[in-house]
């Protein structure tokens, strides 16, 4: 029986050399390329790029191949490219969009495919139904070149992505301030796409960067995922305190997501690193537009949004939904929970690079150490307070949802509930304008609840109240 190919939030994911196999990668990209030809994009040019996975690369060259056979001029990056690189040459490139051989922050069993759009962002759930919906159920029905072919003839085009999205980055920020400031930078590269980045735009002054797990290595030593958020981050929290260090900066396998460690080497949450970004430039740069947030990440952000009187638009979970809203209302920034921020002036997708290089830019400019950001961020909106437990279950989901819908709790750790958002998951909204959120993983039986409030003490309690509300305890 044929292997059926569902696509999540960005593209579709599997475990290497299980389902996630070159015959089934060929499969997906034939249906992205029939996706761009009913869309009228036929001779267009589209981005290819790969992470620093087992075989990407081999995997890349695969879609490469797939790709010319349907007639399309291709663009295959030469080296392991972060996500946020290969979407800007999406508009470098006037290309159709683009496919990037990544599985992010996932196990190294795992790799994936993301797809892109002419925007370089996210595609939108209805594209990607519609690209799921045309992946063949045969490899004949693949549409095939040899790619030394498509090299001989100019319709591959081997290219370095660094320079044009380099020259770009100097459009939005001027970094010699960061270079010439003396900052001490830790850089946590998780063995990924992000390695040498921050060494190659900021050396050559008196701040100096101190990488670690900056090498290929697609076991991930020394941490369970390339997800910057504790425990995988643990090493180089310890290297801060070590290096005496300003500042940490983290970025996953394929560099669209940032993490924050500060001098203390105490980590800087996914809500407080949006809520920080978001204030630098309302605050900061005096900047204003919209901001654009996923239900699950903070609620500092209407904050914020009072604060400096511009617009709050929340969305349901992922870049799916982010990005085109982003484009929508011309966006300030765009985040989510997981750690990937967007900006305007940039492709409506996350960035890490572009991320850090603004926190940098917000220590120098403020001349504050990170633990004094977030204590000014605190006395503009108030102390926030976020966990989340992911767990696994057993049972029918329709019957967890039933009892969550059911359950109509006067109160979640100790607070009053004011209403219930189902747009995404179960959101309860608390008294104190806090929040719980359950919601069920799309590929495996995990329920996640998540939640944050300005009641510290209650963090905990909350969480325990949502794991009863679905049945869990």
């Given at each position: 029986m044929t292997f059926k190919i569902v696509f999540g939030t960005d593209?579709?994911?599997?475990?290497?050399?299980?389902?996630?196999?070159?015959?089934?990668?060929?499969?997906?990209?034939?249906?992205?390329?029939?996706?761009?030809?009913?869309?009228?994009?036929?001779?267009?040019?589209?981005?290819?790029?790969?992470?620093?996975?087992?075989?990407?690369?081999?995997?890349?060259?695969?879609?490469?191949?797939?790709?010319?056979?349907?007639?399309?001029?291709?663009?295959?990056?030469?080296?392991?490219?972060?996500?946020?690189?290969?979407?800007?040459?999406?508009?470098?490139?006037?290309?159709?969009?683009?496919?990037n051989i990544t599985a992010s922050h996932n196990p190294p069993t795992d790799n994936g495919f993301k797809v892109r759009?002419?925007?370089?962002?996210?595609?939108?759930p209805d594209g990607l139904k519609a690209i799921e919906n045309g992946i063949p159920d045969e490899l004949s029905d693949v549409h095939e070149l040899p790619v030394q072919d498509g090299i001989k003839t100019g319709q591959i085009v081997i290219f370095d992505a660094s320079t044009a999205?380099?020259?770009?980055?100097?459009?939005?920020?001027?970094?010699?301030?960061?270079?010439?400031?003396g900052l001490k930078v830790v850089v946590d590269c998780m063995w990924g796409?992000?390695?040498?980045?921050?060494?190659?735009?900021?050396?050559?002054?008196?701040?100096?960067?101190?990488?670690?797990?900056?090498?290929?290595?697609?076991?991930?030593?020394?941490?369970?995922?390339?997800?910057?958020?504790?425990?995988?981050?643990?090493?180089?929290?310890?290297?801060?305190?070590?290096?005496?260090?300003?500042?940490?900066?983290i970025t996953d396998g394929d560099a669209d997501r940032v993490g924050l460690g500060d001098e203390n080497g105490v980590f800087i949450?996914?809500?407080?690193?949006?809520?920080?970004?978001?204030?630098?430039?309302?605050?900061?740069?005096?900047?204003?537009?919209?901001?654009?947030?996923?239900?699950?990440?903070?609620?500092?952000?209407?904050?914020?949004g009072k604060i400096y009187d511009v617009p709050v638009y929340e969305t349901g979970v992922g870049f799916k939904y982010v990005a085109p809203k982003m484009l929508e209302t011309d966006a300030l920034i765009g985040g989510e929970e997981s750690g990937g921020y967007a900006f305007k002036g940039n492709v409506p997708e996350r960035d890490g690079i572009l991320a850090g290089l603004y926190f940098l830019d917000m220590m120098v400019r403020t001349g504050k150490k990170p633990s004094q950001l977030?204590?000014?961020?605190?006395?503009?909106?108030?102390?926030?307070?976020?966990?989340?437990?992911?767990?696994?279950?057993?049972?029918?989901?329709?019957?967890?949802?039933?009892?969550i819908l059911a359950a109509h709790p006067a109160t979640i750790g100790g607070l009053a509930v004011t209403g219930l958002n189902t747009t995404d998951g179960y959101k309860f909204t608390l008294e104190d304008g806090g929040w719980m959120l359950i919601r069920f993983s799309g590929t495996e039986p995990i329920i996640r609840v998540y939640c944050e409030t300005t009641h510290g003490e209650a963090v905990q309690q909350i969480l325990q109240d949502g794991l009863k509300i679905a049945g869990i305890q």
């Open positions: 593209g579709w994911r599997g475990v290497i050399a299980d389902d996630y196999t070159f015959a089934n990668v060929k499969r997906c990209t034939q249906g992205y390329a029939s996706y761009l030809l009913k869309k009228g994009k036929a001779g267009k040019p589209v981005v290819v790029g790969y992470d620093k996975r087992f075989h990407s690369e081999n995997f890349a060259r695969a879609v490469a191949g797939v790709l010319y056979g349907n007639g399309f001029k291709v663009f295959l990056t030469d080296d392991a490219t972060p996500t946020p690189v290969i979407s800007y040459a999406v508009v470098d490139k006037h290309a159709a969009g683009a496919i759009n002419e925007f370089g962002g996210a595609i939108d999205y380099i020259e770009h980055i100097h459009q939005l920020i001027d970094v010699e301030p960061i270079r010439q400031a796409n992000g390695s040498g980045w921050f060494t190659r735009l900021l050396s050559g002054g008196k701040t100096t960067i101190h990488e670690i797990h900056n090498h290929r290595n697609p076991i991930y030593p020394e941490m369970k995922r390339p997800e910057p958020i504790p425990p995988n981050i643990n090493v180089g929290l310890k290297t801060t305190v070590d290096q005496s260090a300003d500042v940490l900066l949450n996914q809500l407080q690193a949006y809520a920080l970004l978001a204030y630098y430039l309302l605050e900061i740069r005096a900047l204003r537009g919209p901001i654009v947030k996923t239900l699950s990440t903070t609620s500092m952000l209407e904050k914020l977030l204590s000014a961020l605190f006395e503009k909106v108030g102390a926030h307070y976020y966990d989340r437990i992911d767990t696994s279950f057993s049972g029918d989901r329709s019957e967890k949802v039933d009892r």
